[in-house]
């Protein structure tokens, strides 16, 4: 099983999405861990396309 970490998920206000990068980085893992401080809970939802998540 092949496990995401993530944390720290500040999209800047003019960015409506995480950067291409995360969904490249994260699209063969199983699962993804967001270690805290989300501030837009649209975030989970993105991570959630890629992989399950607990958060």
């Not at 861990?33 to 399950?52: F, K, N, R, T």
Request: a negative charge; glycine letters at 6%; charged letters at 20%.
């Amino acid at each position: 099983m092949k496990v995401g970490i993530i944390s720290d998920t500040h999209v800047p206000g003019a960015a409506s999405s995480l950067p291409p990068a995360v969904f490249e980085i994260f699209r063969s893992v199983d699962l993804i861990l967001h270690a805290g401080d989300i501030v837009q809970a649209s975030v989970l939802d993105e991570l959630e396309a890629i992989a399950p998540v607990e958060a």
